[in-house]
């Protein structure tokens, strides 16, 4: 049964650091996406940052480039988010997710699981 972890939230002020973590398990992910989506109350999920588990390419929203870096750490099948100079905005329940991606790796419906998310508040 694959399970997905997900903690490190909390509540910061702007310009804050945050760092959330991932725990893979249930199945070898080596082939797969794993990716971080937000959702913030009345929003539709949205794509955040992905890595490909293999060789390690990444992928982010213009919305967090240069601020947020996505690694993983294959030893412990373990997927960072470390979320630097945060903001307001950025203040949502975070997802983690795995999938064995065709298509593009912001679509949510390209990821076959999911976690159960952990709340980042960031206040003004």
């Known amino acids: 049964q694959v399970q997905l972890m997900e903690s490190g939230g909390g509540l910061v002020q702007a310009g804050d650091s945050l760092r959330l973590s991932c725990v893979a398990s249930?199945?070898?992910?080596?082939?797969?996406?794993m990716g971080w989506f937000r959702q913030a109350p009345g929003k539709e999920r949205e794509f955040v940052a992905a890595?490909?588990?293999?060789?390690?390419?990444?992928y982010y929203a213009d919305s967090v480039k240069g601020r947020f870096t996505i690694s993983r750490d294959n030893a412990k099948n373990t997927v960072y988010l470390q979320m630097n100079s945060l903001k307001p905005e950025d203040t949502a329940f975070y997802y983690c997710?795995?999938?064995?991606?065709?298509?593009?790796?912001?679509?949510?419906?390209?990821?076959?699981?999911w976690g159960q998310g952990t709340q980042v508040t960031v206040s003004s």
């Open positions: 997710a795995a999938g064995f991606l065709l298509g593009s790796t912001a679509n949510p419906r390209e990821y076959a699981y």
């Open positions: 249930g199945r070898t992910f080596n082939n797969y996406v």
């Open positions: 890595i490909r588990w293999s060789g390690g390419i990444t």
